[in-house]
């Protein structure tokens, strides 16, 4: 279980809260979204759980199991089976894409990756992703287009296996068949790993048509005002932010 217990948090050197009391609970195998418009905090709390050296946590928690991970390093927080897809992913010069999938699997599982099997997996999972074979010889995200960069934070996702996935707007900058191919294979690995639990984090709700999630919550100035199911992202994208009320649940 991922839980936000009553966070607030602000970037560094800063006077205001971006995140004001916040309180998410995510059980093992649920998928909650979050929604809201620009600059109320959504991508705030997908660094400040993944731990963004940019932010610091005023007050409140973020607990894996019940444990808090709050003085956790990035790594140890990967390490404990947080993943982020980046809304914007790095360019890395001179690393090449599968050093760095590969280095990122030998710290996790703290032993030496067998290159032909990696090698093979990695060919398995670029074609399922319609991401060129050459791409994994390149340097990390160079010269990639939107769509590539997105679809090969997913490549990383599948390859170091995840329980605790945050999916920071990967619908955006993605056309209509690569939004499909990203979500087939996020579905795939969230029906091999029935355990995995996913934050959404977008604008739209047309991601959601392929990953069909237990919860909607909408974010206000820092905290959750409204949490519904489905129809309440399909009432926003009919009808805009208006039509959420300032009843916020605790």
């Not at 990122?104 to 290159?115: P, R």
């Not at 060919?123 to 160079?142: Q, V």
């Not at 005002?225 to 009919?238: F, P, Q, R, W, Y």
């Amino acid at each position: 279980m991922l839980e936000v217990k009553k966070l607030s948090a602000k970037v560094i050197g800063a006077e205001d809260n971006i995140l004001n009391n916040l309180s998410l609970k995510i059980n093992d195998g649920e998928i909650h979204v979050i929604m809201g418009p620009n600059g109320t905090g959504k991508s705030t709390l997908s660094k400040v759980i993944m731990g963004h050296y940019n932010y610091e946590v005023t007050s409140g928690d973020v607990l894996i199991d019940g444990e808090s991970i709050n003085n956790l390093e990035v790594d140890e927080r990967a390490k404990k089976g947080i993943f982020l897809c980046m809304q914007d992913p790095t360019v890395i010069e001179g690393v090449s894409n599968s050093e760095f999938i590969r280095t990122a699997l030998n710290e996790k599982s703290d032993t030496n990756v067998n290159l032909y099997t990696f090698i093979k997996e990695m060919d398995e999972e670029m074609e399922k992703l319609a991401l060129d074979p050459s791409m994994l010889h390149r340097s990390l995200n160079s010269g990639f287009s939107g769509g590539e960069k997105k679809k090969n934070e997913v490549l990383q996702l599948k390859s170091l296996k995840p329980k605790y996935i945050i999916l920071d707007e990967i619908d955006s900058g993605l056309d209509v068949d690569s939004l499909k191919v990203v979500c087939d294979n996020i579905c795939e690995y969230l029906n091999e790993n029935k355990d995995a639990s996913v934050l959404i984090i977008t604008h739209y709700p047309r991601i959601l048509e392929y990953i069909k999630p237990d919860f909607v919550h909408v974010l206000s100035n820092g905290k959750i005002i409204k949490t519904g199911d489905m129809s309440l992202a399909l009432d926003i994208e009919k009808n805009g932010y208006s039509i959420v009320n300032g009843d916020y649940n605790e």
